[in-house]
């Protein structure tokens, strides 16, 4: 989430309400959730152990972000302003870049890629120290910032349409489609595969998300025209107030018309979630996590076929 513009404001209030964060609080829950499913035997009795404080705390990072200046950049970045990341399309160090960008340029634009590979260094380091406390926060936090990796809409500085006259956009691609559609969503993503270079996939999916924004925008716009305010609009009741989001009609139409987008782009943040966590484990020397120190929950791990044996 980023400050929505001041223009229209009592309209922008309206559609930002439900949408305080990156792909709202439901969907960074249930990639956190779900990626536990990929794991190997020797991590998944530890996480499955652990789901309910991963799935509680996947939006720690957001919620960071009211009470920690820097947190806000951690979650996105802006290509448009990178011109030379932009076109090289691969691995771009951190280093490269304070040598191009001013930091405050940096803080300005968003550096989620550099952010991801920072928390799995501390991941592996943590795991390296078999320190509960610290595998369970950076893994929590790692799968928020992947989840933000894949909206395309974290890649551009055009965030909430707020450039093209499509204000509320980023609430309706990763919140309102996602809480309406979720249950269609094959969310199985198979077992997790070591990473052998971390930032090539990093960058990959940043790139992959931002050549996604054009379409998001443009379908957005298409199904405007065919629908009035009216219809395109509906208000709904959200903790007893009033809210002003896009009808059940509009979001049915653009969910066809992104033809899967959002289910894969989900699926893509389970299962690079899932690697990023058996890759840090895998490079810490595979250490024995302890599932004695954390409060068991009731129910046991999946079927059988959804256990990864590597
Ligand atoms: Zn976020």
Not at 10 to 17: A, D, E, G, N, V
Not at 162 to 183: A, V
Not at 229 to 242: A, D, L, Q, V
Request: aromatic letters at 12%.
């Amino acid at each position: 989430m980023r400050p929505y513009t001041t223009k229209g404001a009592y309209f922008l209030l309206l559609l930002s309400i439900p949408f305080l964060s990156s792909w709202g609080f439901f969907a960074h829950k249930r990639i956190n959730y779900q990626a536990v499913f990929s794991l190997p035997p020797e991590m998944l009795r530890f996480y499955k152990g652990s789901s309910l404080f991963l799935t509680e705390h996947a939006v720690d990072p957001d919620k960071r972000r009211y009470i920690v200046i820097e947190e806000a950049a951690r979650h996105y970045i802006d290509l448009d302003h990178y011109p030379e990341i932009k076109a090289r399309q691969s691995v771009f160090s951190y280093y490269e870049a304070t040598a191009l960008y001013s930091e405050d340029s940096l803080k300005k634009h968003g550096t989620v890629p550099w952010t991801i590979l920072l928390n799995m260094k501390k991941l592996e380091q943590a795991f390296k120290e078999q320190n509960t406390e610290r595998i369970l926060k950076y893994s929590a936090d790692l799968g928020h910032y992947i989840g933000d990796a894949h909206v395309p809409l974290h890649t551009t500085s055009n965030y909430n349409g707020q450039l093209t006259n499509q204000q509320g956009i980023h609430g309706l691609w990763e919140s309102r489609l996602p809480e309406l559609f979720y249950d269609h969503y094959p969310l199985w993503v198979g077992c997790a595969n070591y990473l052998a270079s971390p930032a090539d996939s990093v960058w990959k999916c940043i790139f992959e998300s931002h050549a996604l924004v054009e379409k998001v925008l443009e379908e957005e716009r298409l199904v405007s025209l065919q629908l009035t305010e009216r219809k395109k609009y509906t208000i709904e009741h959200r903790n007893g107030m009033p809210v002003k989001t896009y009808s059940t009609l509009f979001c049915k139409r653009y969910n066809e018309r992104m033809d899967h987008m959002v289910e894969e782009r989900l699926q893509k943040a389970i299962k690079f979630t899932a690697d990023c966590w058996y890759t840090c484990w895998v490079n810490a020397g595979r250490p024995e996590l302890l599932l004695e120190k954390i409060e068991k929950e009731k129910d046991e791990a999946g079927s059988a076929d959804e256990n990864c044996i590597h």
